[in-house]
């Protein structure tokens, strides 16, 4: 019982002292060729109709009701 006492403790100081330390900050990520000019091309605008639910069900299948649906169940395509 001792031991797991020591351990308990050895992690509880360890994730302490994580938690104290600021975080690194993140490697830059590498993109891809086709991906460079992505961030300076415009979004294109989307249409109202265009919306949709977008809940994914466990198949993953995406609900095709409108954003914000106020029924309960959702419809799978």
Do not use: I, Q, W
Not at 42 to 71: F, I
């Amino acid at each position: 019982m001792d031991g797991l006492r020591a351990m308990r403790e050895a992690r509880y100081a360890e994730r302490a002292a994580r938690a104290a330390t600021p975080a690194a900050p993140p490697r830059a990520a590498r993109t891809a060729p086709d991906t460079v000019g992505a961030a300076e091309r415009p979004a294109e605008p989307v249409a109202a109709d265009d919306l949709r639910c977008g809940h994914r069900n466990m198949g993953g299948r995406t609900c095709t009701r409108e954003h914000g649906h106020a029924a309960k169940s959702h419809r799978y395509s």
